[in-house]
Structure formats: structure tokens, C-alpha cells
């Protein structure tokens, strides 16, 4: 079992240094306890912000940003998973998720598939990759806010091993419905943990939310102020629910998004099985 800590904050528009200092804050506030610490979607810079702004603030993978959170990642002794924007080669830019583990590692930069709206205006779409990153705790995926709108990112993953989806988040008021909707159904879709953290006010909904591989709610934030949810994943509860459910037991490959041949994954822990589909 381990403890997960959702972050979510407030964005001040614009200002990458403010939000920063709020969030090592709040880091430091659960670091006795939690082993893996998730913000939400662009949280250090706002998300509501102009072509010209974001390149003023982006930053890469190497810059001062997430260098201070690599030190705060070993300082925690977690694994610290942090979206921002990503000035990326040729200077393009990218909504993407930095994974840091708790030796200050930068274990990988995952970025955004699927754009929202303007995104597609001001960013560029990261490649149709979703990769598994070993931790301590769970063999973990990231998928960034509009990504989880699809059933098949979640799959995919689900397929490869993931035990645990976080989405990083920016969800409007408007579509909190969807939030409450789909983060669940991708969860007992695939028998897998899913940890939502979204940001609160600025129009966004907030209701951050870890969500069991049944479905359920196991714990959710406020829809109106800053917290930081925090809640114990027991893994080994993933492995009952596929016993209980046997979606993956009966999936075939065939039925793969993308036409993908992926073994379906390890139903029974320490199982070694693989059901192909026959010619």
C-alpha cells in the first residue's frame, strides 16, 4: 500500500514563481506521508493564457522549474508528477507532465495527444505514445486532461501493465458532468486505479478524485477551494477486481485501438499467462 497526495491549487495566471512557492508549499505539508504527489494540468503557469504569454513562460524539461521540483521530489523521498509547459526543440511548445522519482530522477516527459479547443492554436500534439514508468509502488501512466476523454489512451495502457492512470487536469465547470462521468467508467473499464487532479476555480471544476478499479469513488476534493486529497492505493485490490471482473481475462487483440497486437496483461499477480487471439 502506498499514499497518494493530489495537489489541487489555484493557478495565478502568469505568474510561474508564485504558483511554484504555493505548491512546494503544500508538498511540504504532506511530505511525511505521501509517496507519490500528482499536481494538476499547467498549474505552474494558468492555463488561460495567450500564444505570446506561454512562450514567455515555457520553460524545458531542464529549466529552473523542474529542477526545483526534482529537489523537492528527494527531499519528500516521492515520486512527484508535475504538467507544465514545455518549450520543446525548434521552440515548440508542449502541454506536458514531467515524471520525477524520489531521487530526483526525471524518469520521463510525457506530452499531450489529444488537444482541447485553442490548445491545437498554441501547442503542438505530442506523439500517440503511452508509456508504462516503473516506480516503487505501481507501474504507472499519464494521461493529461482531454486524453482521458477517450476510451482508448486508458486501455492502451491498461494493456501494457498500468496499475494506476493520473490525469493532470484543467476540467471547466461546464463539463463537470463528464469529469464525474468518465474518470469512473475508464476505471472499471480496465480494472485500474485512476488518480484525476484537476484545478480549482478559474473555470475549473475541481473535485480532484482517486477512483478504484470498481468504479468507485474512493476519495474526492472540493469543487470550489485549493486542498490536497490524500488517500492510501491499496494495489493489491486491483488484482481482486479483475477477479471479480473479468474484462481483461476476456479481452481479445484483436479488438486492440490503433489494430496494436499488446498481450493482454497480468490478471493474477505473479501470473505469467497470455491469451492471444487464434487465426
Not at 511548445?93 to 495527444?113: C, E, F, Q, T, Y
Not at 492502451?156 to 467508467?185: F, K, N, Y
Amino acid at each position: 500500500m502506498f499514499q497518494v497526495a493530489a495537489v489541487q491549487i489555484t493557478p495565478v495566471l502568469g505568474d510561474v514563481q508564485a504558483n511554484l512557492k504555493r505548491g512546494i508549499r503544500y508538498m511540504r505539508q504532506v511530505s511525511d506521508e505521501a509517496d507519490l504527489i500528482v499536481f494538476p494540468e499547467l498549474w505552474t503557469t494558468g492555463y488561460y493564457l495567450s500564444e505570446e504569454v506561454f512562450r514567455q513562460v515555457a520553460e524545458p524539461s531542464d529549466g529552473p522549474t523542474i529542477e526545483a521540483l526534482r529537489e523537492e521530489a528527494v527531499r519528500a523521498n516521492a515520486v512527484v508528477v508535475s504538467s507544465f509547459a514545455e518549450k520543446g526543440p525548434k521552440d515548440n511548445l508542449h502541454i506536458a507532465a514531467a515524471v520525477i522519482a524520489p531521487n530526483g530522477d526525471l524518469l520521463r516527459v510525457v506530452r499531450k495527444s489529444m488537444l482541447w479547443g485553442r490548445e491545437s492554436e498554441i501547442f503542438k500534439q505530442g506523439t500517440i505514445q503511452y508509456p508504462i514508468i516503473e516506480t516503487k509502488h505501481a507501474k504507472i501512466g499519464v494521461l493529461i486532461c482531454y486524453e482521458m476523454e477517450f476510451p482508448e489512451p486508458s486501455r492502451l495502457l491498461a494493456l501494457e501493465g498500468a496499475e494506476l492512470i493520473v490525469c493532470p487536469s484543467v476540467w471547466s465547470v461546464a463539463a463537470h458532468r463528464r469529469w464525474d462521468i468518465q474518470l469512473p467508467a475508464r476505471a472499471l473499464d480496465n480494472s485500474i486505479f485512476i488518480l484525476g487532479v484537476n484545478t480549482v476555480g478559474n473555470n475549473s471544476c475541481g473535485k480532484s478524485k482517486l477512483v478504484g478499479p470498481m468504479g468507485d469513488i474512493l476519495a474526492e476534493a472540493s469543487d470550489s477551494r485549493e486542498e490536497v486529497l490524500m488517500r492510501v492505493v491499496d494495489i493489491q485490490s486491483l488484482y481482486w477486481a479483475r477477479d471479480e471482473n473479468h474484462y481483461l481475462d476476456d479481452y481479445r487483440t484483436k479488438l486492440t485501438p490503433g489494430g496494436q497486437t499488446i498481450p493482454t496483461p497480468l490478471i493474477h499477480e505473479g501470473s505469467s499467462s497470455i491469451r492471444e487471439d487464434k487465426p
